[in-house]
């Protein structure tokens, strides 16, 4: 498949055909493709915790979602908790200092760019996928053991769709999101 057809194809799906199971090696697919995307002096910062097994998944979902997300992600087939090690990316080794102002937000981008080419390989192989940003950080920490040296930042469910998404949103017009000088 094209890349431009993966991106217009790729949503963000809020209903899970339970049916429909994912393997460890369509997961294993999206953690390497992840690994393709540029990132701050190749530090590769960012973490991954696949939850695959059918009561983590619901261990997960219950205990760690609030109930919104529970129903948008029920029947997901599995989930990845994303994280990065903090204070690496974006800070001189030498001194540990942030080398600018956006400090531990060049890992939050590492993560977003890794994050972008897991949920492309998602589309490409067919799964549908669903990236949360709302859950109980401590909760995720604690049930899949991470360590407080990592930022825990989303939970991305992986599935099947059980029924197809509403019209994709409107994008905003060019004129809008970019400046040329």
């Not at 979902?61 to 090690?85: H, M, W």
């Amino acid at each position: 498949m094209e890349l431009q057809a993966v991106m217009e194809k790729r949503r963000s799906i809020r209903n899970y055909n339970p049916e429909r199971k994912v393997t460890k090696e369509q997961l294993d697919e999206l953690i390497k493709a992840a690994s393709y995307a540029p990132l701050w002096k190749n530090l590769q910062t960012s973490r991954y915790y696949c939850v695959l097994s059918e009561n983590a998944v619901k261990e997960l979902r219950e205990k760690c979602l609030p109930e919104f997300n529970q129903a948008n992600s029920d029947g997901a087939g599995a989930y990845i908790v994303t994280t990065f090690v903090k204070g690496m990316v974006g800070f001189d080794k030498n001194t540990g200092s942030p080398v600018n102002e956006a400090g531990d937000g060049w890992g939050y981008y590492d993560l977003g760019l890794q994050n972008e080419n897991l949920l492309l390989k998602a589309a490409e192989l067919g799964l549908d996928t669903l990236v949360m940003g709302i859950r109980d950080g401590e909760a995720l920490r604690e049930l899949l053991n991470i360590p407080d040296s990592e930022n825990v930042v989303s939970v991305i469910a992986v599935g099947y769709r059980g029924q197809e998404p509403p019209e994709r949103p409107k994008r905003k017009e060019l004129e809008v999101v970019a400046r040329f000088i």
